[in-house]
């Protein structure tokens, strides 16, 4: 039987890029492929700007889960406050593709949900989600080229935003590194999205509204 392992699930507003102000549940997956979330060896990791724990399955409503009983869990957290809006779930990490099958997205669909992925693009899959957010990092492979949302964390050298933005997706944001630079980071998004279309920014609306 397939278990799932998953660091928290909450409901929340969506934060960040196309779908900015929904209200959400988020399941984050635990662990990731491009880093093992130990702080000490950040600096050598193929992503060294996480700013997100996904480590373990001790955050809120975290553990372990069979497809039938995380679709039971998000559905539950969904219901248990009030929403005028329509069902939406964010699979989320860490990296949800190294967990996430068809059935889990079959299951949450017939649950209602609209589903969205976000993810750094580096493992390939072949079903079908209803929205997918890509956001690569420079120094590791990029697969998945193509999708509704290619959000490019800024700044990444490695990255020519000129090509990317003839990739196959329907919206390009910019969103700031954080970290002891983000203020500059800011600015320069900022500067960039202004002469550059078609990039938008991207901020963490639910940081600056210290929302979780
Ligand atoms: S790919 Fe995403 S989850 Fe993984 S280390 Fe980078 S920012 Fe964190």
Redesign the pocket.
């Known amino acids: 039987m397939k278990i799932f392992n998953v660091k928290e699930i909450f409901k929340s507003i969506q934060g960040e890029g196309f779908n900015s102000g929904k209200h959400a549940v988020f399941i984050r997956f635990s662990g990731?492929?491009?880093?093992n979330?130990n702080k000490e060896n950040m600096k050598l990791?193929k992503?060294n700007?996480?700013?997100?724990d996904?480590v373990g399955t001790n955050g809120l409503n975290g553990g372990q889960f069979s497809t039938s009983n995380l679709v039971k869990k998000v559905d539950d957290v969904w219901n248990k406050s009030f929403s005028m809006q329509s069902k939406f779930v964010v699979l989320t990490?860490?990296?949800p593709m190294l967990q996430v099958d068809s059935n889990l997205v079959e299951g949450l669909k017939e649950k209602g949900f609209l589903v969205a992925l976000e993810t750094?693009g580096s493992i390939n899959f072949d079903f079908n989600i209803d929205w997918v957010c890509v956001?690569p990092?420079h120094l590791?492979s990029w697969i998945v080229k193509k999708g509704d949302e290619l959000k490019v964390?800024y700044p990444q050298l490695n990255f020519d935003l000129n090509k990317l933005k003839k990739l196959d997706f329907k919206f390009f944001f910019l969103q700031p590194m954080d970290g002891s630079k983000k203020q500059i980071n800011i600015w320069n998004t900022i500067n960039y999205c202004k002469s550059h279309k078609p990039w938008f920014p991207s901020f963490q609306i639910h940081k600056t509204l210290d929302i979780n």
């Open positions: 990731c492929n491009l880093w979330g990791a992503c700007f996480c700013d997100t996904f990490g860490g990296e750094n956001s990092k590791s964390i």
